[in-house]
């Protein structure tokens, strides 16, 4: 039985690491399917991800996991080996828009989003049908100004039930608390329709717009304490001019933004991004 999986790697870079990380995998059985790797010459860490071919199952997982450690130690790794097979558990978080959802839940149909979705959270119940209509749980949790903690403990709650492993912004408007962001950190992924850093915040088209600008833009990022800061994992363009107005840059944007979310939640699920501080190594 043939079983896949993947090797991430974060350390500071030194000689041998790939020629330890590779006699390993070999002794192991194993045969290297795909292989990234990337050394940042600027703060001297070295990124690295393998996808690994064995003649095995998934139970294998531990005994590689606990083999690995002696070399990880050594080059004072961070690391993760990820069975391929398990399909990650994404709770998807929407509020009014559609487009962003529509989008994902048809390439989810499509299989080109290898994951579970068991459930739909909005603050909102204007998408609850379209839920329906894929057979996925729907819980509305609305976001009140006078008690917002009370809500999202509800939200948090609703999240560890699902045993998410990954949780998307899929153009929910609202602003997440700390605890949330740090319980997930790494794992809460949001598509914000700008070209961040710039307009970060509400209307950023309409910011855009009163600005001139001649580009805009959608950024597919994770999820930090600071509003629309965390690390990027995606963006995408698209040229306007002097004759579009702000419904236009809006119409525009859906179809960037939809693109974007969708790609970077793909690496996501293919353990292709690689976070280091503020920043993001994306084997795409």
Request: negative net charge; hydrophobic residues 40%; contains cysteine.
């Amino acid at each position: 039985m043939s079983h896949l999986f993947r090797l991430v790697v974060s350390c500071p870079d030194r000689l041998g690491i790939v020629a330890q990380v590779s006699g390993f995998i070999a002794s192991q059985g194993g045969s290297i399917t795909e292989a990234n790797q990337h050394s940042d010459l600027a703060t001297g860490r070295f990124f690295m991800r393998y996808e690994i071919q064995m003649d095995t199952d998934a139970s294998r997982a531990e005994v590689l996991r606990q083999a690995f450690r002696p070399i990880a130690q050594r080059f004072e790794m961070d690391w993760a080996l990820h069975d391929a097979s398990r399909r990650k558990r994404v709770v998807l978080m929407v509020s009014k828009a559609s487009h962003c959802l529509v989008d994902l839940l048809y390439r989810w149909k499509a299989g080109e989003l290898d994951c579970e979705i068991p459930l739909i959270v909005s603050n909102h119940e204007d998408l609850k049908p379209l839920a329906d209509w894929h057979g996925i749980p729907f819980q509305h949790v609305p976001v009140r100004v006078d008690d917002k903690e009370t809500d999202f403990a509800e939200v948090e709650r609703l999240v560890d039930e699902a045993e998410a492993d990954c949780v998307v912004l899929a153009r929910y408007m609202q602003i997440l608390p700390p605890r949330l962001c740090e319980r997930y950190a790494g794992r809460i992924i949001n598509i914000h329709h700008s070209f961040l850093p710039s307009f970060a915040g509400a209307r950023p088209y309409h910011q855009a717009y009163e600005r001139g600008v001649k580009l805009i833009g959608a950024t597919c990022h994770y999820v930090t304490e600071e509003l629309d800061a965390g690390p990027i994992i995606e963006q995408d363009i698209h040229r306007v001019s002097h004759c579009h107005t702000p419904d236009d840059l809006v119409r525009f944007g859906r179809d960037v933004e939809k693109a974007v979310l969708a790609r970077g939640l793909r690496w996501h699920l293919q353990d292709r991004v690689l976070i280091h501080g503020n920043k993001t190594v994306v084997f795409a």
